[in-house]
């Protein structure tokens, strides 16, 4: 794990580091469940009240913890509790960037989003424009938190990742990109640690960090314009030995029609249930004029200036009562879960979280999936088994990012070896 970004700056740097294994479990303990007494923290932790003693008294010397009583009374007055806290000075910055557009947060220790902002990005204007547009936002939305430093920054791209170099790797949406130091180039221009990963395993760290049910084991399918999946094995994101690990959009389909997908194959699955797909389908069956519905709509968007139909318009469709509409998207859905059923023998996840665009499309397309994963999966594996749509659709990929570097910046005593959940 190399981290670049150096956290003790000049002396009057207020950002602590955990000094030991130990340190990192408590100050991970009380992000992940809130504050506690110091007796309810041992008992979680499984070690002793005079060991959380030493070690919560260490942490609040380095500024990483604080100690609040609680219970009333004015001091003196008898005997008060105390909860330990994480410091509230803590900031970390999430930022998951699209092909299109750009959301930016800042979180306390807790990962709660205290500022956040959404706006337009043109990912094609390349790294130096987009990276000096993170930088702006990010002191911008830091400022209006009451804070000056981040403690540690986290960015998704939506594109083939090199983790261990921080830079993105052959990106195909991304012309200008490949091999750019994108985590050298914010954590110089920060002073802070920076976390590079791909959108879809933010989300699904994201994802995890919502689902306190999921117990570690958790998959989350990005249905966008393609399809992919973060994986997360224990409480830890599986990237696979190359960063591909989750890359189901290329999976070839049972019983496909040959068609072509943009990675040269035929029959991916991407290629019959992607965003894009389907779009491309519904606009094909209103120029047949299968949908009376759909063929108005696309009249109205070529009017305008338009080609294709856009999945906002096969939500109103679904609405509208159109078949041609619902039998896509089912036909969609039933691709899917054939793939997750094989993803479901493979990994035996206790969670699987459905997001990206064409997921908003709603219950229709999550109703197949449920029905063709548990319909092909052995009942062993699909006894406990949840399939839901994304509890974070706006903030999944922001709150994962700033859940990745969270881990560095409170875990770094763990190590390469044993390294932290998620890296
Ligand atoms: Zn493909």
């Known amino acids: ?23 990192s479990r408590v100050l991970c303990a009380l992000r992940d469940h809130g504050p506690q007494s110091r007796p309810e923290l041992g008992a979680q932790m499984g070690v002793s009240r005079t060991t959380v003693g030493v070690e919560v008294g260490r942490l609040v010397t380095l500024g990483l913890v604080r100690e609040q009583a609680i219970g009333g009374g004015p001091p003196g007055a008898g005997r008060r509790s105390t909860v330990v806290d994480l410091s509230p000075d803590i900031r970390f910055v999430g930022v998951a960037v699209g092909v299109t557009e750009m959301a930016v947060a800042v979180t306390d220790g807790h990962l709660a989003v205290l500022e956040e902002w959404h706006g337009p990005c043109e990912l094609a204007q390349g790294p130096d424009v987009v990276l000096a547009e993170v930088v702006t936002r990010a002191r911008a939305l830091l400022a209006a938190s009451g804070a000056e430093v981040p403690w540690g920054l986290g960015i998704g791209l939506p594109g083939p ?38 959108d879809v395993n933010l989300m699904a760290v994201g994802e995890l960090h919502a689902c306190s049910g999921a117990g570690g084991d958790l998959l989350f399918v990005k249905m966008g314009s393609g399809i ?25 389909v049972v019983a496909g029609d040959g068609r072509r997908c943009a990675c040269g194959s035929t029959d991916c699955l991407e290629a019959h249930a992607g965003g894009a797909a389907l779009l491309r389908e519904a606009t094909a069956a209103a120029e047949r004029g299968d949908s009376a519905w759909l063929a108005q709509r696309l009249a109205t968007r070529r009017e305008a200036g338009a080609e294709d139909l856009e999945l906002g318009d096969l939500g109103e469709a679904l609405a509208a009562g159109d078949r041609v509409t619902a039998t896509l998207l089912r036909e969609g859905g039933r691709r899917v879960g054939h793939v ?34 548990y319909r092909r999966s052995l009942p062993q594996a699909t006894r406990d088994l949840r399939i839901v749509l994304s509890e974070l659709p706006e903030q999944g990929g922001v709150v994962g990012a700033a859940h990745l570097v969270s881990d560095v910046v409170l875990a770094p005593a763990t190590g390469v070896g044993d ?4 890296l």
Do not use: K, Y
């Not at 670049?4 to 030991?20: C, I, K, L, N, T």
């Not at 830079?167 to 221009?189: I, N, S, T």
């Not at 992919?228 to 409480?235: H, L, W």
């Not at 696979?240 to 290329?250: L, P, T």
């Open 161 to 198: 990742i090199d983790f261990a170099a921080g830079a993105p790797v052959a990106p195909p949406l991304m012309p200008g990109w490949d091999g750019h130091p994108v985590r050298e180039q914010l954590a110089r221009a920060l002073g802070c640690p920076v976390v590079l990963d791909n």
């Open 340 to 373: 997750l059923a094989g993803l479901v023998s493979f990994l035996n996840p206790a969670v699987i979280v459905v997001g990206g665009r064409v997921s908003g499309l709603g219950h229709v397309l999550l109703a197949e999936i449920r029905s063709a994963t």
């Open 419 to 422: 390294t932290p959940p998620h």
């Open 1 to 23: 794990m190399v981290v670049v970004g150096d956290s003790s700056g000049p002396g009057e740097d207020p950002r602590g580091r955990a000094e030991s294994r130990m340190q």
């Open 228 to 252: 992919g999946c973060g994986v997360v094995v224990a409480g830890r994101l599986h990237r696979g030995s190359n960063g591909c690990a989750g890359d189901i959009g290329h999976v070839e």
